[in-house]
């Protein structure tokens, strides 16, 4: 997930909305406002414990703890700080994540040096091709090692916002 895109360098916010959310009311208000504030602002976020969860997460611990100790960062969320002394990649199911549905992006973040080199370190390591970790894990997990509170959300209740498709149960 780089920001070399042409048409995104003129830009310095992006709103990813997926297909299969559900706007049931007029949202009155401007979801972008906390951008200024926070890398990422989402609709709804939480903490997942799905088993599967487990499957897009192989070795992101290990890679975590690596790329802290190379350089030498000073990890500024302190869930994910607490999570850093276990061994196992299930523990990252305790660390808040926005759900990816309908996800704002600072740019000017994630066209720094510090996220390029952050996403060259993910890609020499294979995460998204060898491990098939998803994008909200590797932007989530950025956010939380260099801000405190990196993930602002609206947590959007569910008669304005679903991320689902009308009648299916979640």
């Known amino acids: 997930w780089k920001c070399?895109?042409?048409?995104?360098?003129d830009y310095d916010y992006l709103m990813i909305i997926d297909d299969?959310?559900?706007?049931?009311?007029?949202i009155e208000f401007d979801l972008f406002n906390k951008l200024d504030n926070f890398p990422i602002v989402?609709?709804?976020?939480?903490?997942y414990r799905d088993k599967n969860l487990s499957r897009t997460r192989e070795n992101l611990l290990k890679f975590i703890k690596k790329?802290?100790?190379?350089?030498n960062i000073d990890?500024?969320?302190?869930?994910?700080?607490?999570i850093l002394k276990l061994e196992d990649?299930?523990?990252?199911t305790d660390l808040t994540f926005s759900i990816g549905n309908?996800?704002?992006?600072?740019?000017?973040?994630?066209?720094?040096?510090?996220?390029?080199?952050y996403i060259q370190s993910v890609n020499n390591f294979g995460g998204q091709y060898k491990h098939r970790w998803g994008d909200i894990?590797?932007?989530?997990?950025?956010?939380?090692?260099?801000?405190?509170?990196?993930?602002?959300?609206?947590?959007?209740?569910?008669?304005?916002?679903?991320?689902q498709y009308p009648g299916i149960e979640p």
């Open 4 to 9: 070399e895109n042409q048409f995104l360098k």
């Open 89 to 92: 990649d299930n523990a990252l």
């Open 42 to 47: 989402t609709a709804v976020s939480g903490i």
């Open 102 to 117: 309908l996800d704002l992006f600072d740019l000017r973040v994630f066209k720094s040096e510090k996220y390029q080199k």
């Open 75 to 82: 990890v500024k969320n302190q869930s994910l700080k607490n």
């Open 20 to 26: 299969d959310s559900w706007f049931k009311k007029k």
């Open 137 to 163: 894990e590797i932007t989530n997990i950025f956010v939380h090692l260099y801000y405190e509170r990196g993930i602002y959300s609206y947590n959007l209740s569910d008669q304005i916002y679903s991320p």
């Open 67 to 71: 790329y802290v100790e190379k350089e």
